[in-house]
T-cell receptor
Framework: AQSVTQLGSHVSVSEGALVLLRCNYSSSVPPYLFWYVQYPNQGLQLLLK??????LVKGINDFEAEFKKSETSFHLTKPSAHMSDAAEYFC?????????????FGKGTKLTVNP | NAGVMQNPRHLVRRRGQEARLRCSPM?????VYWYRQLPEEGLKFMVYLQKENIIDESGMPKERFSAEFPKEGPSILRIQQVVRGDSAAYFC???????????FGQGTRLTVV
């Protein structure tokens, strides 16, 4: 069954530093993979998604993620952190089961950006 | 095109009361998904509906919880006889075809006192 593991429930970086949020998945079939961002008391906003096209996926706000099949990873990066990036980030994978398809989420990583 | 609309944004219920959460999908979207988010947890799938049909309710608790998506009007997630453990954020997502095209609403934060 598909599942998602996000390494590090909390990540702290300095403003201007590289952001790296880790996500590993397990899937018996080629997956669709997603990164979402959630600001406090808000809903989920899609940052980017991998749908079996290019392995390097660019998203909004200069975020990008690389699908690495050999490592079963889909880590999220941003070259230079901004204070407004402070939020919680969720990795998700599609799960097809019993004739329907749903998203399975990791537990999330809270990103803190220090001035 | 307005986004996925959920109301109310915040809901307080006493133990034993009923909670009704509403989700209006985006225009043209006939697929609705409900998720629950507990503190320090990711989002957990509850139910997937298409107009007038429940497609997958494998994530719904067996008792007290029900969902519908009528031909007209919003999708409703109903929790009867709420308990403190039901306190959570409930999110709805809608899509035109597949969950890979889903958009999420702002959520309803339920507090049971």
């Amino acid at each position: 069954a598909q599942s998602v593991t996000q390494l590090g429930s909390h990540v702290s970086v300095s403003e201007g530093a590289l952001v790296l949020l880790r996500c590993n998945y397990s899937s018996s079939v080629p997956p669709y993979l997603f990164w979402y961002v959630q600001y406090p008391n808000q809903g989920l906003q899609l940052l980017l998604k991998y749908t079996s096209a290019a392995t390097l996926v660019k998203g909004i706000n200069d975020f990008e993620a690389e699908f690495k099949k050999s490592e079963t990873s889909f880590h999220l990066t941003k070259p230079s952190a901004h204070m407004s990036d402070a939020a919680e980030y969720f990795c998700a994978v599609t799960l097809a089961q019993g004739g329907s398809e749903k998203l399975v989420f990791g537990k999330g990583t809270k990103l803190t950006v220090n001035p | 095109n307005a986004g996925v609309m959920q109301n109310p944004r915040h809901l307080v219920r006493r133990r034993g009361q009923e909670a009704r959460l509403r989700c209006s999908p985006m225009k043209g979207h006939s697929h609705v998904y409900w998720y629950r988010q507990l503190p320090e947890e990711g989002l957990k799938f509850m139910v997937y509906l298409q107009k007038e049909n429940i497609i997958d309710e494998s994530g719904m608790p067996k008792e007290r919880f029900s969902a519908e998506f009528p031909k007209e009007g919003p999708s409703i997630l109903r929790i009867q006889q709420v308990v403190r453990g039901d306190s959570a954020a409930y999110f709805c997502a809608s899509s035109p075809r597949s969950v890979t095209e889903a958009f999420f609403g702002q959520g309803t934060r339920l507090t049971v006192v």
